[in-house]
């Protein structure tokens, strides 16, 4: 049973460029979250997708923005970057639930470096 | 801004010691979850506690959650190389807000 994938690896983009990461859930799960590492810091939220629609997000510009498939992938596109963007993104995957925190599996990350 | 303040932020030990983390903030969480991140991985979930006063125990690490569920620590008894790693706290309150993180190392 795989777990959370997200692709790609690595990417490097130059400041203004826009980026897509993209996100698989472990199988049975039908919520993605999306956050932002920066470097020596905890992850920070950055919205949650269920049912195709985003249902949490946290304190981010609308450059940052999202979508999940019906097959309950997602993506996460970052518009007009800037360096401030470089950050490791995590997607977390579970099963919706109300009342007590999801368990979210996180993905290894996609580590994105602005120029 | 990390709602959540962690502390210390880095932590090196010599293996058998004990060691503690800990987890302050100014809100109430409803929940708090431990994490452990190794590099090139996302957060692994250690435990989650709920009730004000909650302890709980997983082999040789002890998670406490305050009675006024705004703090919470984490004790390894006995540490080994392989706890070596970041430890995150998060507070749930419809979203997890995570602190920065202390970084362990446990040297052999």
């Known amino acids: 049973d795989a777990g959370v994938t997200q692709s790609p690896t690595h990417l490097i983009k130059t400041r203004g460029q826009q980026v897509t990461l993209r996100c698989s859930p472990k199988s049975g799960h039908d919520t993605v979250s999306w956050y932002q590492q920066a470097l020596g810091q905890g992850p920070q939220f950055i919205f949650q997708y269920y049912e195709e629609e985003e249902r949490q997000r946290g304190n981010f510009p609308d450059r940052f923005s999202g979508h999940q498939f019906p097959n309950y992938s997602s993506e996460l596109n970052v518009n007009a970057l800037l360096l401030g963007d470089s950050a490791l993104y995590l997607c977390?995957?579970?099963?919706?639930?109300?009342?007590?925190?999801?368990?979210?599996?996180f993905g290894p990350g996609t580590r994105l470096t602005v120029l | 801004t990390q709602l959540l303040e962690q502390s210390p932020q880095f932590l090196s030990i010599q293996e058998g010691e004990n060691l503690t983390v800990y987890c302050n903030s100014s809100?109430?969480?409803?929940?708090l979850q431990w994490y452990r991140q190794e590099p090139g991985e996302g957060p692994v979930l250690l435990v989650t506690v709920v009730t004000g006063g909650e302890v709980k125990k997983l082999k040789r690490l002890t998670f406490q959650f305050g009675d006024a569920r705004k703090d919470s620590s984490l004790h390894i008894t006995a540490a080994q190389p392989g706890d070596t790693g970041l430890y995150l706290c998060?507070?749930?309150?419809?979203?997890?807000?995570f602190g920065a993180g202390t970084t362990v190392t446990v040297r052999a």
């Open positions: 809100s109430v969480f409803s929940s």
């Open positions: 998060a507070g749930y309150d419809y979203k997890l807000s």
């Open positions: 977390a995957s579970s099963i919706g639930a109300g009342g007590l925190p999801d368990t979210q599996y």
